[in-house]
């Protein structure tokens, strides 16, 4: 919803672009934290983190609605960082406990579908509601339904065995994670793979405005066609990733993200040919972070939540720059400077996957503390 309404929320807010993107980015700077989320999911299981994360999420939203100015919007912007660094990484790290390698892109693509139906069906309906009653209604309508099921991870299953309690705290999970060469370069290709990410997804919204004269309900149908294009690519992840191989199957998408995003800044002389581009960066963008979910799943089998944890502040860290970064850019050279940004984050990703990542990584070894247990 920040992505591709950026410009209204910034105008609601009464702040400029470059405060909306600068929002972003303390938004992403929030997952900082996340390893220590995961830490606490090793050792404790899942559901009473997912569970105070959406009730966070909850007091966020509203939270953000009532706001006006950047300082009033701050704290529920790091509220909601807090919120999503707590609760992606360690979802991901619950389905992998219960999914085999074997089968685990076909599942990870399905739960990915969430991400692609919200573009799909949601922020039309996003789009639609701010017209209409303007850029608070929508985050206050979610800020209830985070609120309603908030409950819902209770239904998880429990874990099926006791994994990370043997291990001594999370600075020692940490560093047996990060001595391992491919687990380390998973992480990064992760950031990076966010690098090219933000460059697009935090200006497409402003683009469409500037370049077409698009309203917010026109770039809803927009973002409802980018949804379109994230549930075939995670449609396709799930089919194919597991035969294709997951390490294999990044360096595709990588390719293909480097590609389309060199390419978007020449197409702008046409609204549909602009529009085709986005949706196949779109697709190669969510084939590569589907696909890289189940390829760092089997870095670290033992500390997965510390590892997803670790990746999703990898990403952080470069969503934090690239957020800021990519707004500055296009507000001084266009899509061509912030497209550039962008190349050379995948560029970057595709090297380091090709010259350090395993497609299952030997367990690290670190220091354990027998007879620990863990009842989640």
């Given at each position: 919803?920040?992505?591709p ?5 910034s ?46 999420q ?7 609605s ?23 990484p ?82 020692q ?44 309900n ?33 360096a ?22 602009a ?102």
């Amino acid at each position: 919803m920040f992505y591709p309404f950026l410009p209204e929320i910034s105008r609601g807010l009464g702040i400029t672009l470059s405060q909306g993107g600068l929002l972003l980015a303390l938004r992403s700077a929030m997952v900082f934290p996340s390893p220590l989320f995961g830490a606490w999911t090793d050792r404790h299981g899942p559901r009473t983190l997912l569970t105070a994360a959406l009730l966070a999420q909850a007091l966020g939203l509203w939270w953000l609605s009532t706001a006006q100015g950047l300082a009033s919007a701050i704290p529920p912007v790091i509220l909601l960082g807090l919120a999503s660094a707590a609760f992606i990484p360690n979802l991901q790290a619950a389905v992998a406990e219960h999914v085999p390698f074997h089968r685990r892109g076909r599942v990870v693509g399905i739960i990915e579908f969430s991400w692609a139906i919200t573009g799909l069906v949601i922020l039309p309906i996003v789009g639609v509601m701010m017209v209409q009653n303007g850029w608070q209604a929508p985050l206050r309508l979610f800020a209830v339904l985070s609120l309603v099921v908030a409950p819902l991870p209770s239904l998880l299953p429990r874990r099926r065995q006791s994994l990370a309690p043997v291990q001594r705290g999370f600075r020692q999970m940490a560093g047996a994670v990060w001595r391992s060469p491919s687990a380390r370069a998973a992480i990064l290709v992760n950031g990076l793979i966010f690098v090219a990410a933000e460059s697009f997804f935090v200006t497409y919204g402003a683009w469409l405005e500037q370049s077409f004269s698009m309203a917010p309900n026109q770039i809803g149908r927009v973002a409802a066609l980018l949804g379109l294009a994230e549930l075939a690519a995670s449609g396709a992840s799930s089919l194919f990733i597991d035969r294709l191989g997951k390490r294999r199957g990044v360096a595709i998408g990588l390719a293909a993200m480097t590609a389309t995003l060199a390419l978007l800044p020449f197409l702008e002389s046409s609204r549909t040919l602009a529009i085709a581009g986005m949706a196949a960066f779109t697709i190669s963008f969510e084939w590569s972070i589907v696909s890289n979910i189940s390829l760092l799943s089997e870095q670290a089998p033992l500390m997965r939540g510390t590892v997803l944890s670790l990746a999703v502040m990898a990403g952080g860290a470069t969503r934090t720059v690239s957020d800021y970064l990519a707004v500055a850019l296009f507000e001084q050279g266009g899509m061509l400077a912030t497209a550039l940004f962008g190349v050379v984050g995948a560029a970057g990703a595709t090297f380091v996957l090709l010259r350090w990542v395993q497609e299952r990584a030997a367990e690290p070894e670190s220091p354990s503390l027998p007879g620990a247990s863990s009842h989640e």
